[in-house]
């Protein structure tokens, strides 16, 4: 058994995740943690919920096998009905999100850092993305299936029965375009080479009828995700410098994904 303590309550942690284990116990997958018990708890509330037992996904020798594990169980998720609070709470950190950041938080930001040599490098790219109708794609109306909220890889493993996953207190609805570039543009999914990913990317529900919306999603994440290093570059040097390069390259004619 796992007891998870919830120190931080924000945002609705711990009503995701017992509503998202609720969801999900009855139907008896053997890749994600079945509920135990809540402890409503005033300061540190509680969910027990059984251990999964596996190895790291990423440290998998057999990569493209295990992420189409990951995929198998992702599609099987997807499928679970939404009811109750999930389906009407979106996940955290949404599309939508990551647009009002972009437009509003990082201007701002930018804009008090006038001297800065990177500034008008990112501000550039800033303006093409608004340029590109991407926006527009990332918040077009799209079926809801439910959604961890959390695309680290650090929190999947490979088991007996296929790939598992835990941390489930940013659950909400989502959809699968959003889900599959937010999973592949996440900065633990660079230890992944985008060969492989491409391979994978039918297994995560991009199709011919969707692919327009995908790279919308997929630019825009990596754009997020520069943001924020962008903020951290002093000690975050190389990651920044990574993630600046993927974004020109989303954005290039040598883009593996177009």
């Not at 169980?73 to 990551?98: C, F, K, N, S």
């Not at 926006?135 to 439910?146: H, N, Q, R, Y």
């Not at 650090?154 to 909400?172: K, P």
């Not at 011919?208 to 997929?218: I, L, T, V, Y």
């Amino acid at each position: 058994m796992v007891i998870k303590l919830y120190v931080k309550t924000d945002r609705q942690r711990v009503e995701r995740e017992w509503a998202a284990l609720t969801l999900l116990t009855p139907h008896g997958l053997r890749t994600v943690p079945a509920l135990l018990w809540l402890e409503e708890a005033p300061v540190v509330p509680a969910i027990g919920m059984t251990r999964l037992h596996g190895q790291p996904l990423l440290q998998d020798t057999d990569q493209l096998t295990a992420l189409r594990a990951l995929a198998h169980t992702t599609t099987q998720l997807q499928a679970v009905p939404l009811t109750g609070l999930l389906a009407r709470l979106p996940r955290i950190d949404t599309g939508e999100h990551y647009i009002l950041r972009l437009r509003q938080a990082w201007p701002q930001l930018l804009a008090g850092q006038p001297d800065d040599p990177l500034t008008p490098l990112m501000q550039q790219l800033l303006a093409v993305w608004q340029r590109s109708g991407d926006t527009d794609l990332v918040t077009a109306p799209a079926t809801p299936v439910l959604s961890r909220g959390d695309a680290n890889l650090l929190n999947w493993m490979t088991t007996h029965d296929g790939a598992a996953c835990v941390d489930f207190e940013y659950a909400g609805f989502s959809n699968k375009v959003f889900d599959a570039a937010d999973l592949i543009e996440h900065i633990s999914a660079r230890a992944i080479p985008d060969s492989t990913w491409t391979q994978l990317l039918p297994d995560l529900g991009v199709t011919d009828a969707n692919r327009h919306q995908f790279a919308a999603n997929q630019r825009t994440c990596a754009l997020r995700w520069l943001a924020i290093l962008w903020k951290q570059r002093d000690h975050r040097r190389e990651e920044f410098t990574a993630q600046h390069q993927r974004v020109d390259m989303l954005y290039s004619n040598a883009n593996p994904y177009a």
